[in-house]
């Protein structure tokens, strides 16, 4: 069992930057595949990065090349960096996890990740 409770959250102006961090407490989170979500009102929640437990990363498109995704598995913590920040951004952000066996690679799809947290707002004006 892995409880997982976000930070970082807040309102930043268009092209700034924010550091959302995840705490997790639990057993063997250093075998779990990590993954941040978000959420706009009225759409879908939607897979921005992921990370392993050897610390490979995967991005969504609409985050690629703004975005880092990291761990400390000493600490049971996962963070996301996101740089030159759009009003687009504008979402709950949530982070996740799922035990995995396989230590190089997660998976995007959101329906894999078995913990959830309640999510941070990051809100981004123009």
């Known amino acids: 069992q892995v409880q997982l409770v976000e930070s970082g959250g807040g309102s930043v102006q268009s092209g700034g930057s924010l550091r959302l961090s995840c705490a997790a407490s639990g057993t063997g989170y250093s075998r779990y595949c990590m993954g941040w979500f978000r959420q706009a009102p009225g759409k879908e929640r939607g897979w921005v990065a992921w990370?392993?437990?050897?610390?490979?990363?995967g991005y969504a498109d609409s985050v690629k090349g703004r975005a880092t995704i990291s761990r400390v598995n000493a600490d049971n913590t996962l963070y996301l960096q996101i740089n030159s920040l759009k009003p687009e951004d504008t979402a709950m952000y949530f982070c996740a996890a799922y035990y995995s066996d396989t230590a190089y690679s997660c998976t995007g799809t959101a329906g894999r990740y078995d913990y959830w947290g309640q999510g941070t707002q990051v809100t981004v004006s123009s």
């Open positions: 990370i392993s437990s050897v610390l490979n990363t």
